[in-house]
């Protein structure tokens, strides 16, 4: 009878180790979850680039200064997917990626390339958007520089740590790179004579020329080299949400698109 009930103890002991082991297990998981973290805060909050049209701006609704743009409205698409509300906080882009690896934002959905060194430092999405590059000058250089070899004795306009960075550099190597923290920046670089010519993407660009009626597109393109434009996460954010905003990108990536072409006409030019 000792024998059996021995036995009988040792097997309900091995069986609540075993459980309180499965619930420690669970317990782990669901907190190292960045997605669950997420869900449990009710908020996702966002790092963007505070002007950047069409992809997102500053603008006035209800006497309110909010922001808009095609980013913007992934914004809305991923926190609703999630269940959450969202916030967003706006910043230069050299500042999104330390805002990121310090935690003070959950992901930067703000057009973002997935470059080489950007992903030593943050895990990405898959690409929800790829553009088409092109350097703009004023109308009273467009004979000028219809000869596109004239680029690499000028000064051309960037925006720090932008795709067009490395790609201008790369395009006419003997060119001044002049770094801006803005795209707002570029078109009165060029207007006030301190750069040459700016680069940007076309929809980007025909906003800007809207603005500026003084300047025009070159007929340099460059299909942008890189990835294209993606969601990026902390590099230690967890697998489950990454695969989850993977299925949202997938689900409006065709849709933003056409939000591109829609703000780039209703962008405020004034």
Request: aromatic fraction near 6%; glycine fraction near 4%.
């Amino acid at each position: 009878m000792k024998h059996r009930l021995s036995k009988r103890f040792i097997y309900i002991v091995t069986l609540v180790g075993a459980l309180l082991l499965f619930l420690t297990g669970c317990g782990k998981s669901s907190s190292n979850s960045s997605l669950q973290k997420i869900k449990n805060r009710g908020t996702l909050e966002v790092g963007m680039i505070s002007s950047n049209p069409p992809y997102e701006y500053q603008t006035t609704k209800k006497g309110k200064q909010v922001m808009d743009g095609s980013d913007v409205q992934l914004v809305k698409k991923v926190a609703k997917s999630l269940g959450v509300k969202y916030k967003i906080k706006t910043m230069d882009l050299d500042g999104l990626l330390p805002a990121l690896q310090a935690h003070k934002v959950d992901m930067l959905i703000t057009s973002m390339s997935p470059t080489p060194e950007r992903k030593q430092g943050a895990k990405f999405s898959n690409v929800y958007y790829k553009s088409t590059n092109t350097l703009v000058v004023r109308k009273s250089d467009k004979i000028k520089y219809s000869n596109t070899d004239k680029f690499n004795n000028s000064t051309i306009a960037v925006v720090n740590n932008s795709t067009q960075q490395p790609m201008i550099k790369k395009a006419f190597p003997n060119a001044t790179m002049k770094n801006l923290g803005k795209v707002t920046d570029l078109a009165l670089a060029v207007n006030n004579g301190k750069a040459d010519a700016f680069s940007i993407d076309v929809p980007t660009a025909k906003i800007l020329l809207r603005q500026n009626p003084n300047l025009t597109m070159t007929s340099w393109k460059h299909h942008d080299s890189t990835a294209g434009a993606a969601i990026a996460f902390s590099k230690n954010a967890s697998s489950d949400l990454v695969k989850k905003v993977n299925k949202i990108v997938a689900k409006n990536k065709n849709q933003y698109s056409n939000w591109v072409l829609e703000y780039a006409e209703k962008v405020p030019t004034n």
